[in-house]
C-alpha cells in the first residue's frame, strides 16, 4: 500500500529470508502453527489507519451507548444465554476488508466484528520473529494507540488475569491443544501466566469451578473465554453434555462473557451507518428486495469460519430461508488486489484489536492481524497451493 516500501521489500526478498523466518518462527513450540504464514506484512499509510480507526471509533460510539443492550436483546439465542453478564465485552475485534471505492481509491470496508479475542498472544510472536529477519521500515509498527510490546503485554495480562492470582485463571476452550489457532493459547500461556484448560476437565462443586493445576485442585476465579458455542455444537454429545455447566450460574467471572459474542458480532451490523460500513440490513425487516441481488451477500447470523455465506445471491436464495430474521443482506463490498506479489496481486484483511479494561470508559485500540488471500473469500480453504497468502500483521505508518 506504501509503493515505495513494497517495491524495496519485494526487490530484497528471498525465498531463504522466508524460509529463515518461518524456522524461527515454528521453533517457539514446534508443531503448533497450523496454518500458512504470509510472506509479507502489509505497510498501512497514515491516512488509511486513521479511515479504519474513524471506523471503529465510530462503532465504538454505538457500543457504549447505555441504550445498546436493549438493542440488542434478540441477539443472543435463548439456548446459549449464559448468566452473569457483565457491563462489556473486554475485547472486539473489527475486521476491514482493503477495498477500492468507485473513484479507485483504497478505503476499508467493514466486514464483521466480534466481542471475543483474537490472536492476541500470537501476533507479539510473530511481530517478534519477523523483526530479526526483516527491516522495520522507519516509523512503523504493528502496535496501535501509542502501545509499545511492552505495554500492550501489559494491558492485556490486567485484562485476563484481573484482581487474580495467574493460577486461578484459565483459557478455557474445547481441546485446546488441537484448535488451529492453538499456537495463540501456547503463547497466551507465557505472555500471562494462565493455563489452557479444556472443557472436558472442568471440575465443579456447587457454584465453583476447579481445575488441576500440575496434579493440584486448583480454584477457577476469572475464565479467558475461547469458547465459541457453534464449535461446542459440533461437538460428541458427551463434550456438548459437559458444555451445559457453562449456561448454570456459577462463581466465576467471564473475560470476556460469551454473551459479547452475540451481542457485538453480524447483529450489530445493521445498526451502523458510516461511509466504511456497507449498508447491512436484517432479513426479515426488508420490505423491499433490492433489484441488484447479485450485488450483496446473504450471511447466517449464528456461524462462524464463513459458513454458511452466500456470495451469489438469488431469489431462489432468498426464498429458501426459513427464518429471515436470523439473516442479513449486506452490501458486496470490492476488495482491492493491493497487494503486490512475483505473481498476481493479493487481496487482503485486516483485523483491528480493541482492549476495554474495567473502569475504562471506553475500549482502545491496540494492534492487528491480517490475512492476504488469492482466492474468492479470504480463508485457508480458498487459498490452497498459493503463495503470498495466510496470515500476516500490518506495520502502520506512526502518527
Known amino acids: 500500500m506504501v509503493p515505495s516500501i513494497r517495491e524495496a521489500y519485494n526487490a530484497a526478498f528471498t525465498p531463504e529470508k522466508y524460509e529463515a523466518f518461518l524456522k524461527d518462527l515454528h521453533s517457539a513450540w514446534p508443531g503448533q502453527i497450523d496454518f500458512r504464514v504470509a510472506e509479507t506484512p502489509i505497510f498501512i499509510p497514515r491516512d488509511f489507519t486513521n479511515k479504519v480507526i474513524d471506523a471503529c471509533e465510530n462503532i465504538v460510539d454505538i457500543i457504549i451507548d447505555p441504550k445498546f443492550k436493549e438493542l440488542t436483546r434478540n441477539a443472543i439465542p435463548e439456548k446459549v444465554k449464559v448468566p452473569g453478564e457483565n457491563a462489556h465485552s473486554h475485547f472486539i475485534a473489527f475486521d476491514f476488508g482493503i477495498c477500492i471505492n468507485e473513484e479507485g481509491a483504497y478505503e476499508p470496508q467493514l466486514i ?238 485486516i483485523r483491528i484489536f480493541y482492549f476495554w479494561k474495567d473502569g475504562d470508559l471506553r475500549p482502545v485500540p491496540t494492534n492487528n492481524l491480517a490475512r492476504l488471500s488469492k482466492g474468492k473469500m479470504v480463508g485457508v480453504r480458498y487459498n490452497k497451493d498459493k503463495e503470498w497468502v495466510g496470515g500476516s500483521f500490518c506495520l502502520f505508518e506512526s502518527h
Not at 459458513?307 to 426459513?322: L, P
Open 112 to 349: 464483521e466484528m466480534q466481542g471475543f479475542p483474537t490472536l492476541f498472544g500470537y501476533e507479539v510472536l510473530l511481530d517478534d520473529v519477523y523483526s530479526r529477519h526483516f527491516p522495520i521500515p522507519e516509523g512503523y509498527s504493528s502496535y496501535l494507540g501509542g502501545h509499545t510490546r511492552e505495554s500492550y503485554l501489559r494491558l492485556l495480562k490486567e485484562i485476563i488475569v484481573g484482581n487474580h492470582e495467574p493460577e486461578n485463571v484459565i483459557l478455557l476452550e474445547i481441546f485446546p491443544r488441537k484448535q488451529k489457532t492453538r499456537i495463540d493459547f501456547y503463547c497466551t500461556e507465557e505472555y500471562t501466566g494462565i493455563k489452557m484448560v479444556c472443557l472436558t476437565e472442568l471440575i465443579k462443586e456447587g457454584k465453583k469451578l476447579y481445575y488441576l493445576n500440575e496434579g493440584k485442585k486448583t480454584e477457577i476465579k476469572r475464565i479467558y473465554n475461547r469458547i465459541i458455542f457453534d464449535d461446542l455444537q459440533q461437538q460428541s454429545p458427551e463434550v456438548q453434555e459437559k458444555g451445559q455447566l457453562i449456561l448454570e450460574e456459577l462463581d466465576v467471572e467471564w473475560c470476556p462473557h460469551p454473551n459479547w459474542f452475540y451481542r457485538i458480532s453480524k447483529y450489530t451490523l445493521p445498526l451502523i451507518r458510516h461511509p466504511y460500513v456497507p449498508p447491512t440490513f436484517f432479513l426479515n425487516e426488508i420490505k423491499q428486495l433490492p433489484a441488484d441481488l447479485e450485488n450483496y451477500v446473504l450471511k447466517p447470523l449464528f456461524s462462524f469460519a464463513g459458513q454458511g455465506v452466500i456470495i451469489d445471491v438469488t431469489q431462489a436464495d432468498i426464498d429458501k430461508v426459513k427464518d429471515p430474521e436470523n439473516w442479513i443482506l449486506q452490501k458486496k463490498v470490492k476488495y482491492a488486489d493491493v497487494i503486490i506479489t512475483p505473481d498476481i496481486p493479493a487481496k487482503a484483511e
